[in-house]
């Protein structure tokens, strides 16, 4: 009880401790409903109820609770170029904004580090227990979550002014497709050696 308390009197010292708590339940709840979720509902429910659950944490973590407990944000965004980049914003910018709570922070990184990291240990339990279809869900789970603590991890290293608020790691960018002019570039290139090859023949 004495831990329940302290936690407790911890999140009352938050800036925003309703949105904290939020947050928090957010990467808690589908971890809890994917080791009990079996004992209410049918593996499908519970497949679905767990994504679900997944993608409001990804939506909140990503667009709410970012912003309001660490003032960072950040999106892809297509350039003229069709490269996919991450796009920042970050309280670096904004010198004279509010400070940030020592605690809102402490809780959100942890929670946003640790949660993929539960989920990467029930990946390793599903392939031990050769749980196929559980583990398509851990898999899932991981990539959201992972997702995220990578893009709040770019924003929070990110420095205003650098590159054009692009990020330079590139190796996690979207894969971009090929234009209609690189099809027909290919295309020309194709001709040319069909047309040299009849050519000599």
Avoid at 45 to 68: C, H
Avoid at 93 to 118: H, Q, R, V
Avoid at 127 to 153: D, H, M, P, Q, S
Avoid at 184 to 197: D, K, L, M
């Amino acid at each position: 009880m004495d831990h329940v308390k302290n936690f407790y009197n911890t999140i009352l010292k938050s800036s925003h401790p309703l949105l904290l708590t939020l947050h928090l339940s957010g990467k808690v709840v589908p971890i809890v409903f994917y080791l009990l979720g079996s004992i209410f509902t049918g593996f499908t429910a519970q497949f679905i109820s767990v994504v679900l659950l997944l993608a409001f944490d990804f939506y909140f973590s990503k667009n709410v609770s970012g912003r309001k407990l660490v003032q960072l944000r950040w999106w892809y965004d297509s350039s003229i170029s069709r490269t996919s980049t991450l796009k920042f914003e970050s309280h670096k910018e904004y010198t004279d904004g509010p400070p940030i709570n020592p605690i809102d922070s402490k809780l959100f990184w942890w929670s946003m580090y640790l949660t993929p990291a539960i989920w990467v240990v029930f990946g390793i339990m599903c392939l031990l227990r050769l749980k196929i279809f559980y583990l398509l869900l851990v898999c899932v789970a991981i990539c959201l979550t992972g997702w995220n603590t990578y893009g709040y991890r770019c924003c929070d290293k990110w420095e205003p002014g650098s590159n054009g608020n692009e990020q330079n790691n590139t190796w996690f960018q979207l894969p971009s497709i090929p234009g209609l002019d690189n099809l027909q570039r290919i295309a020309r290139v194709q001709n040319f050696f069909n047309s040299a090859t009849g050519g000599n023949a």
